[in-house]
């Protein structure tokens, strides 16, 4: 059996099925593992099962010459030194796909929530201090028929467009390097630059991958062409915004409100952050549903059996090792 270090117990039924097909080492006191202890756990294994809170750099992937794969529990994998891990001919998969729909049903439970102001109502009915109906209590934004933009049109980008233009009648703009006409054709979608769609749409919502075109990418000049009744969300990567220049702008209320999942320092979240009643915030939990979480485990298993077999993992990021192996 191929021996596997897994960085935090998965959720039981893939951890059965990890069991059934491998010799695997787990840390089972399901807390953040440091670096050293990444280093201790890959010694003598075969496979790395690693999660998008592991940094895995060329010092973990030199600890064993005869690591053939890292297979990430997460669709993103701005966590792994892609180069360093093919320049060492290790093979990196991913688990697209499966998280799409549930990850595109946080964007938008986020989007209402922000708009509605749902937050904080709870908060305000939980301490004990309503008493009664009134015409000014927690007036949000509507939702319907409102322009939604959506930076970055894949997969998770194009399921929150759809929810919005076929649930919420909203017309969709959309920033992406590329044009998608069928897209278009099915949705009545607009491409426009980045800045057209931060004017005008009334809901910013991320969905590129982290990488060094997209960090920072949403900065202060940005954030200041927002109309000041719009709401930014990110599902995406934290650092794909510039979170001092939000919390300005949240804080003298240029824009309405942000409803993030994700943080520039996650999992620490700035002082500042946390003292705002217009940001909605919630632990980085896109892809937070049980079946979803189950289906991630799946594709893990399914790179794995297929890297151990001498196949191409179907969801391989760097295929450039691969084409050294073959
Ligand atoms: C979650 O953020 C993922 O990349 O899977
Ligand atoms: C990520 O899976 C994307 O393509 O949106």
């Known amino acids: 059996m191929k021996k596997l270090f897994v960085t935090k117990p998965l959720p039981g039924k ?32 075969d496979g790395l099962v690693s999660l998008l809170t592991d940094p895995i750099d060329s010092t973990i992937m030199d600890a064993e010459p005869n690591l053939k794969i890292i297979a990430n529990y997460a669709v993103g994998f701005n966590n792994i ?8 001919n290790i ?3 991913n688990t697209p796909g499966v ?12 989007l209402c929530a922000a708009a509605r102001r749902i937050h904080e109502g709870e908060k305000f009915l939980r301490s004990g201090s309503w008493d009664g109906w009134g015409p000014l209590q927690f007036l949000g934004q509507d939702i319907h028929k409102r322009t939604l933009g959506i930076v970055g049109l894949g997969r998770i980008g194009k399921e929150v467009a759809r929810r919005g233009n076929k649930g919420f009648c909203m017309p969709i703009l959309y920033a992406d390097p590329r044009k998608n006409e069928e897209f278009e054709r099915m949705t009545g979608a607009k491409h426009v630059d980045i800045r057209e769609l931060f004017m005008k749409a009334d809901f910013v919502s991320l969905h590129c991958p982290l990488n060094d075109k997209t ?3 949403v900065n202060r000049e940005l954030i200041d062409l927002m109309k000041p009744t719009a709401i930014l969300i990110n599902t995406a990567r934290g650092p794909v915004v510039d979170e001092k220049a939000l919390v300005q702008a949240l804080r003298e209320k240029k824009i309405f409100a942000a409803a993030l999942d994700v943080f520039e320092h996650e999992p620490k979240i700035s002082e500042e952050l946390l003292a705002l009643d217009n940001a909605i915030m919630v632990p980085h939990i ?6 979803t ?10 790179n794995l059996e297929y ?20």
Not at 81 to 88: H, Q, V, W
Not at 99 to 110: R, S, Y
Not at 286 to 291: E, F, R, T, V
């Open 215 to 217: 960090h920072h990418l």
């Open 81 to 88: 030194d892609l180069k360093a891990a093919t320049d060492r």
């Open 14 to 45: 893939v951890m059965e099925r990890l069991k059934d097909s491998f010799d695997i080492t787990v840390n089972e006191e399901n807390r953040h593992l440091s670096r050293e202890e990444i280093i201790e756990g890959v010694k003598g294994k």
């Open 99 to 110: 998280l799409d729909e549930t990850t595109a049903d946080l964007a938008f439970t986020l």
């Open 91 to 93: 093979l990196v998969t």
């Open 307 to 326: 890297a151990f077999r001498g196949e191409r993992p179907p969801f391989l990021v760097n295929k450039e090792a691969w084409k050294s192996q073959e």
């Open 286 to 291: 896109g892809s937070a549903s049980i079946d």
């Open 293 to 302: 979480r189950t289906r991630m485990g799946d594709l893990v298993i399914q």
